[in-house]
T-cell receptor, first 106, second 114 residues
Framework: GNSVTQMEGPVTLSEEAFLTINCTYT??????LFWYVQYPGEGLQLLLK?????DKGSNKGFEATYRKETTSFHLEKGSVQVSDSAVYFC?????FGQGTELSVKP | DTGVSQDPRHKITKRGQNVTFRCDPI?????LYWYRQTLGQGPEFLTY????????KSRLLSDRFSAERPKGSFSTLEIQRTEQGDSAMYLC????????????FGPGTRLTVL
């Protein structure tokens, strides 16, 4: 069936480090892909999305490229900040990954 | 735009009781979704509506669960004869109405079944 798999956390990084959170999906066709973020004590909110193959979504310094060849939508950021500490969810329409907790230390 | 609201925010009930949750979506949004989330997991899809029509329902959804959206605005999710395994955060989200649209999530209702 359709699924979304993302790397397990928690991920702990120092401030200004490079971040990659891997996400792969299975699907028939080409679904829209999303990254949602949940900051401590808050609800889920959209971080970025891509609606077709080769699209790149970007927001707040985060980027993810829709790769149909590898069925992936990895999240990257060149220099993380303490304020990026949150749980990140990869999703395709109705299906969410299990979430990856990111902790950034000063 | 007041966002998606859910009521109540917390519910504690005894096993076997019925509970009902309410979700008010963003006013111009045609789609409304219900998810369940347990600790350390992502949201698990339960069901969604396009206006008042319930278009899809998860095969994992027990017959004890029912959802309505009678006028295409707010929605209710009822759980009958609650079990301890129903303890979770119940999330509501809404979107404009296409698969490519962003879902906007409410704060959730945390259910604890004793």
């Amino acid at each position: 069936g359709n699924s979304v798999t993302q790397m397990e956390g928690p991920v702990t990084l120092s401030e200004e480090a490079f971040l990659t959170i891997n996400c792969t999906y299975t699907a028939t066709g080409y679904p829209s892909l999303f990254w949602y973020v949940q900051y401590p004590g808050e609800g889920l909110q959209l971080l970025l999305k891509a609606t077709k193959a080769d699209d790149k979504g970007s927001n707040k310094g985060f980027e993810a490229t829709y790769r149909k060849e590898t069925t992936s939508f990895h999240l990257e950021k060149g220099s993380v900040q303490v304020s990026d500490s949150a749980v990140y969810f990869c999703a395709r329409e109705l299906i969410f990954g299990q979430g990856t907790e990111l902790s950034v230390k000063p | 735009d007041t966002g998606v609201s859910q009521d109540p925010r917390h519910k504690i009930t005894k096993r076997g009781q019925n509970v009902t949750f309410r979700c008010d979506p963003i006013s111009e949004h045609n789609r409304l979704y219900w998810y369940r989330q347990t600790l350390g997991q992502g949201p698990e899809f339960l069901t969604y509506f396009q206006n008042e029509a319930q278009l899809e329902k998860s095969r994992l959804l027990s017959d004890r669960f029912s959802a309505e959206r009678p006028k295409g605005s707010f929605s209710t999710l009822e759980i009958q004869r609650t079990e301890q395994g129903d303890s979770a955060m119940y999330l509501c989200a809404s979107s404009l109405g296409r698969d490519t649209d962003t879902q906007y999530f409410g704060p959730g209702t945390r259910l604890t079944v004793l």
